[in-house]
């Protein structure tokens, strides 16, 4: 009998710490935005010209909008979302030859649990602290450089750091093809333009000197 008490004194503590780190480990992250945090990883990741876009009939699903992202998505059921399925594991079948970060596959994991909507601006609209750091080269670093890197430059630019980003703005062909005007290639390429919010903020950070701040 006391045996069994000392048992239960022991086991229950144990029980009640594992149930809690279980939890927390799938703790809602409120800043996964599916506008902000995941359709950019779809659209720089897994959209290249063959892959996943509208134009190409071969491709199974297109990740370029979340209607077509959604089909191959379960809401609120990461493990039986065939866009997660390909993507985890130690060799995922996606994308090809390359492996997303942990962050990215977290990210799309998270919102797919929280149920996979089409949230925008979680975080508000931030138009006022424009400075590159702060609220540039996030914008840059989530939408753009992962087609525009020194080994994957495309139409030549780089824009993995401020030289690039800074030499892109010359005759106006970052602000041109990020708000689809005529003579530019259209940016994000394959999508979407950005949410109003963060093109406010990139003109307001070109137009004010565009500095390294
Ligand atoms: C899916 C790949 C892809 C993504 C995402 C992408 N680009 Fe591009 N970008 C290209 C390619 C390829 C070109 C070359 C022109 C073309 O093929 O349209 C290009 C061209 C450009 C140009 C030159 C446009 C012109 O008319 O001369 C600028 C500026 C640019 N991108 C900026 C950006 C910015 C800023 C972002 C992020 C907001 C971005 N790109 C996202 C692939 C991409």
Known sequence: MKHGIIKIRFLLPL???LFYSSCISD?????VCFQENVLPIFVTKCSMSGCHN???????????TYEGILKGVTANHPLQSEVYNQIRGINPS???????DQKDI?????????GAKNSS???GCDTLNVTYNVRIK????????GCHTAGNAGGGYDLSNYTGVSTSITDNRLIGSL???????????NTNKLSDCDLKAVEKWVNAGHLNN
Do not use: R
């Not at 703790?27 to 800043?31: F, K, M, R």
């Not at 071969?58 to 370029?64: G, I, R």
């Open 94 to 100: 996606m994308p090809v030859g390359q492996k997303l």
């Open 15 to 17: 029980s009640v710490a």
């Open 138 to 145: 996030p914008i840059i670093t989530n939408w753009c450089v």
């Open 27 to 31: 703790v809602y992250n409120p800043e």
């Open 54 to 64: 509208s134009l190409d009939n071969k491709a199974h699903y297109d990740l370029t």
């Open 179 to 189: 708000k689809h005007l005529a003579g530019f290639s259209e940016m994000p390429k």
């Open 121 to 123: 601006n979680c975080s």
């Open 106 to 114: 977290s990210y799309i994991k998270i919102w797919i649990k929280m």
